[in-house]
């Protein structure tokens, strides 16, 4: 693929766009909490795109239209069964406990809920984790431009490193929060194009479901048995482990995502930021996944498109995305499209970059190195964990390209640690009993149990080091039953060492717990401006879409 | 800062440049598999969408300067 110079137009602009609003908002920040939290005062449509934008980098993108060509419509599970359910769930019950406890992060409501051991676990461990999603969104983004356009992986890499840097330090999480919302508009004017023509070419859906095997045009029916579906993964599995445990997980504890919500400017408004953002996120995989479906059908047509395939054989399912767009855009289109990838990868490590310089600064910093400082001392410590986020992620990416193996073992671990996590959270946020001692030794019990299952059980080929006690019959379904394992090993642990140690006093769990949190009621608001009528709607189109697509 | 702005400016010249090319330029890269003028369609697209954010912006900032006496 080769882009004209019209394609680099459009590209520049966009990055001149992305600068110039990092350096318009750098007036507004005078204090920590301005860089770090947005000030808490951002509208909340900006919000819900941000919630839904942050999770949509370009390693999802790629990602979801790999699995779109690979595993067929189950695929939108990620998004009908997993992300919006856990969307709403994160509105409704979780938030008021979020915002209202004004805590600065998730460690810190962990903190205050529990103890400084729970937070110190996982501020140490959401930091690492930071660091190196956003390594490998690096890495990845090097790796396509050298693929794709033969640009120089090192440039790639240092340059988009650098226009980061340049926005969020400029503008802080705000800066962060409006160019995500921007990339997110980006990919969906870029996108929405390749997936109408696609699917159109494809005969629309009908001819789509024509032309592949039923099992890949079907969510629901064929989920009896591993062995019927693409996936490899049965009803129990893909609901409780997918549905529940993951999606849950990731949307209620990520503080990645939940530092969008908590930057509206209310309780009200952070309420309302997941519910609204699940409407747009609703309709995402027709832009992201059918154009993967759509692929595998073009291929089978006869029309001079060719699968994409591996240097050692076999389909490329990452290259699904790229090539299409090779197929049906014009110079001036594809320029938009390579600019909107361009955009998700920076925007993901843009994210990435920004909750780590908060939980830095807030929890590990201000809590353990050099408390009671002025505020200027942190928003300076906030810049400066800026510059150093950025410069440990070009170290990670660099990494990634020295120890391959290392990466996908190290995603694999990531997929995991909020499920745990999770745990902790639903017991921490309705059940009072829950102690200090419980919530740790699960937690920490609970990881182990995800580290010790990925290393004794394989799939395709990974995982076992320790021993291979069983195989599953494909990734997806190992991700799920990891999930499960670590979720059900930290709630149980959970609450038998609660129940063996001291709850603390009603008094001092105001404001954190369900029963002693004065829930909201905006009765006095417009209909939609409440979270009940807003999830209605939500579920009717949630039920119709999954009917449709059974 | 509205973010509705620099958003809508950005479509509304994105739009126009795709506009420009689907007009003077329509065989220019042309894409294997479609025949259509993709350019000049989803540039359309963005213009309007472009147009409406910038109309939403001022109609936002209008509002603003008339409940302030």
Redesign the interface.
Known sequence: MKL?S?DY??LA??FA?VL??GW??RKRISSSGDFLMSGRSVPVW?TSLAFIAANLGAVELIGMAASGAKYGIMTAHFYWLGAIPAMLFMGIFMMPFYYGSKARSVPEYLKMRFDEKTRAFNAFSFAVMTIFSSGISMYALGLLLHLVLGWSFDVSVLASAAIVLAYTFLGGLTSAI?NE??QF?LIV?GFA?LAI?SVN?AGGWQGMVARLPPNMTHAWSYMGSPTENPMGVEIFGMVAGLGFVLSFGYWCTNFLVVQRAMAADSMSAARRTPLIGTLPKMFLPFIVIMPGIAALV?SKMN???NFPLKATGGPDYDQALTTLM?????????G?GMTGLMASFMSGMAGNVTAFNTVFTYDIYQSYIRPGAPDRHYLTVGRVTTVAGVLLSIAAAYLATRYNNIMDLLQLVFGCVNAPLFATFLLGMFWKRTTAHGAFSGLTLGTLAAVLTLSSTTAEGKGGWIANLYTFPSQMAQNFWIAIIAFSTCLVISVAVSMFTTPRTDKDMEGLVYGLTKVPHDATAKWYQRPAPLTVIVVILLLILNIWFR | ?D?RV??G???T??GL??IG??VF?PH???????T?N??L???A??LV?GLFLLLMAWRAARQEKGSIP
């Open positions: 004209a019209v137009v459009i602009l966009y766009f110039g609003i318009r908002l900006i409006y919302v921007l508009l004017m194009p023509l070419k073009l029309l001079g498109y090779a197929q049906f855009y014009p110079a001036g289109l594809l938009v | 800062m973010l620099p958003s400016w950005f479509f010249l994105v440049i795709l090319m689907g330029a220019m890269g042309a894409a294997p598999l479609t259509d993709v350019n369609y989803s540039g697209c963005m969408f």
